[in-house]
């Protein structure tokens, strides 16, 4: 059974400041990885997926890493802004497809 | 409308009560799901259909039935809920094939069972 999970649960940062956010998963055996952020009370937007042949994506200010091998993807945030704050949470395709096993998230707060 | 509605967005019933949860995709996909959110839990895939025809069952009771008349509409209908089922209640949309399955995701329907 996959398992996600995501480190930190919570972080704190200066605006400006860059940042990883961490993802790993027990399975390597998966079909994709999906990157998303959650606004409180709200659905979730898509960020990024990275397919299981690639290495990493990436979108403006975003970039995406995944290592299969070690079970672990990062999602980097460059030059972090006060509307960066949301929750972040993974979410990996695996075990028969359509099978979506996500993280608890991470909450990101970028202070002004 | 645009991209993945639901409706209403938040609901609040009793028990007893029977009710139903929409969801609508704007976005001309294949694939459509039901995901379920409660508080310090990741979300729990519940329902996936593929062309109008149910292909997963994450072992969800009974009590929540699926619909799916065509690929844009999804429905969740309620009855004899629990107050543990008090969640939010997230639908989302996919193009499936080529193996790149990218979901998008509704606003959600913030249930509350009394």
């Known amino acids: 059974k996959q398992e996600v999970t995501q480190i930190p649960a919570a972080l704190s940062v200066p605006e400006g400041e860059n940042l990883v956010l961490n993802c790993s998963f027990t399975d390597s055996a998966i079909y994709n990885l999906q990157w998303f952020r959650q606004d409180p009370g709200k659905g979730l937007t898509s960020l990024l997926l990275i397919q299981s042949s690639q290495r990493e994506q990436t979108s403006g200010r975003l970039n995406a890493s995944l290592d299969k091998s070690s079970g672990r993807s990062t999602l980097y945030i460059a030059a972090s802004q006060p509307g960066d704050s949301a929750t972040y949470l993974c979410?990996?395709?695996?075990?028969?497809?359509?099978?979506?096993?996500f993280g608890t998230g991470t909450k990101l707060q970028v202070i002004p | 409308e645009t991209g993945v509605t639901q409706t209403p967005r938040h609901l609040v019933m009793g028990m007893t009560n029977k009710k139903s949860l929409k969801c609508e995709q704007h976005?001309?996909?294949?694939?459509m799901y039901w995901y379920k959110q409660s508080a310090k839990k990741p979300l729990e895939l519940m329902f996936v259909y593929n062309f109008k025809e149910q292909t997963e069952n994450n072992s969800v009771p009974s009590r929540f039935s699926p619909e799916c008349p065509n690929s844009s509409h999804l429905f969740l209908h309620l009855h004899t809920l629990q107050p543990e089922d008090s969640a939010l209640y997230l639908c989302a949309s996919s193009e499936v094939g080529g193996g790149y399955n990218e979901q998008f995701f509704g606003p959600g329907t913030r249930l509350t069972v009394l």
């Open positions: 979410a990996v395709e695996s075990g028969g497809y359509q099978k979506v096993t």
């Open positions: 976005l001309g996909h294949n694939a």
